[in-house]
Every structure is written in C-alpha cells, then in structure tokens.
C-alpha cells in the first residue's frame, strides 16, 4: 500500500476534463508541497506539476494542480489520446523522512 | 540536453551485490542533487535514496536502508548505488533522476533505466 492514495483509474472522453485525486496526511501532503508525473507506456516518468500548481517549461496549460489540506488533484482539461497514460502524486514526507509516491492513475482515453 | 544514463543492472542471485551507475552531462552536476527511484514490473514508482549535491547528505526508503548505499563523484559527474543483500522484492527498473528542489519529491530529469533482477 502506497502511503499517497490515488484512484487505480480514471476516464474521459476527448476534449473533457477529468481530476485524479491524491490523498495523504499532516506529515506529507499537509504540510509539504505536492507534484505529478505523467508516465507513457514504456517510458521514463515526465514531471508535470511541481509546487502544488506549477507548471516546467513545455507543459501545456491544460493541466494544472491543486491542494487542499491533506489532498492534492491534477485536473486535465480537453483531454487528447495522447495523455492516456499513468499519474502519480509524489511529495516529501517528514515522519518517514522519504519521498513517498501514489500508487499511481491509469488514465483511459475513450 | 540533459542526459542521465545508467548502467549496471543485471541477473543477480538473492543475497548479492550489484553496483549501479549514472553518467550525467549536459547539466551541472556538482550543483544538482540527485536519487534513485526504481519501478517493478507492472507496478508504480518506488523512492529509494537521495544524495545532496556536494554527497554530505543521503537519504534512504526504510526498505533498503542498511542494504544499499547511495554516492556520487562529482569529478567524473556520476552517480552511483551500491546494492547489498538483494532481495527478490528488489526486482525493478531502477531510473537516476536529478531532484528539481532536493527532498520535495520532484525530479525533472530521468535516464531510461536500468533492470535489476534479482532471482536464483
């Protein structure tokens, strides 16, 4: 068991928008900052969130981030085939002093 | 271009030793904080350790600290994990990542892997 929890899936059709949820406590998500990564099949995870809400360079507008409290979401609006792919939420974690990852959001294109 | 690469993994017999590497460039590496997060099949990605950059500074998942011992030489701008006592549950693609702002999970450049397979 993960100690972020994501949703195992989630879909949408193109041009929707779809969240994914990442839950976690005080000692990480509550009080450290959150980020995401998209990883397409069969390569190296992609940062795509980092801060909570910000974007690297190259990344589209169409997905942003939240956090409220212990939970954190990626929202991607008019969604394209070519982000189905696997999210994870990632953040620090004070007590365990380690990065800790979501189990990850195998998001389908319908 | 930043490029991580990584060399070293491996068929390995549970119990033994493997030892990792990963050439950086195009980045300044003696700058950058670095971690292995590694990926077993099918599954999701998995922390494993974290050196500052200067390497005074590590950090380990409790399921391989006392195991595996992360360094870096910043003269030759490579990164390496030393793996001890391997277990099958260490069985994974194991990916060199520099951290974007050390110890708050975000790393903006990954290398492409590389296969431990730990199995007798």
């Known amino acids: 068991q993960s100690v972020l929890t994501q949703p195992p899936s989630a879909s949408g059709t193109p041009g929707q928008r779809v969240t994914i949820s990442c839950s976690g406590s005080s000692s990480n998500i509550g009080s450290n900052t959150v980020n995401w990564y998209q990883q397409l099949p069969g390569t190296a995870p992609k940062l795509l969130i980092y801060?909570?809400?910000q974007r690297p360079s190259g990344v589209p507008d169409r997905f942003s981030g939240s956090k409220s409290g212990t939970s954190a979401s990626l929202a991607i609006s008019g969604l394209h085939s070519e982000d189905e792919a696997d999210y994870y939420c990632a953040a620090w974690d004070g007590s365990l002093n380690a990065v800790v990852f979501g189990g990850g959001t195998k998001l389908t294109v319908l | 271009d930043v490029q991580l690469l990584e060399s070293g993994g491996g068929l390995v017999q549970p119990g033994g030793s493997l030892r990792l590497s990963c050439a950086a460039s195009g980045l300044t590496f003696s700058s950058s904080a670095m971690s292995w997060v590694r990926q077993a099949p099918g599954k999701g990605l998995e922390w494993v350790s974290a050196?500052?950059?200067?390497?005074?500074?590590?950090y380990y998942a409790d399921s391989v600290k006392g195991r595996f011992t992360i360094s870096r030489d910043n003269s030759k701008n490579m990164l390496y994990l030393q793996m001890n006592s391997l277990r099958a549950e260490d069985t994974a693609l194991y990916y060199c990542?520099?951290?974007?702002?050390?110890?708050?999970?975000?790393?903006?450049?990954w290398g492409q892997g590389t296969l431990v397979t730990v199995s007798s």
């Open positions: 990542a520099k951290d974007f702002r050390f110890l708050e999970g975000s790393f903006d450049y």
């Open positions: 050196i500052s950059s200067s390497g005074g500074s590590t």
């Open positions: 801060s909570n809400n």
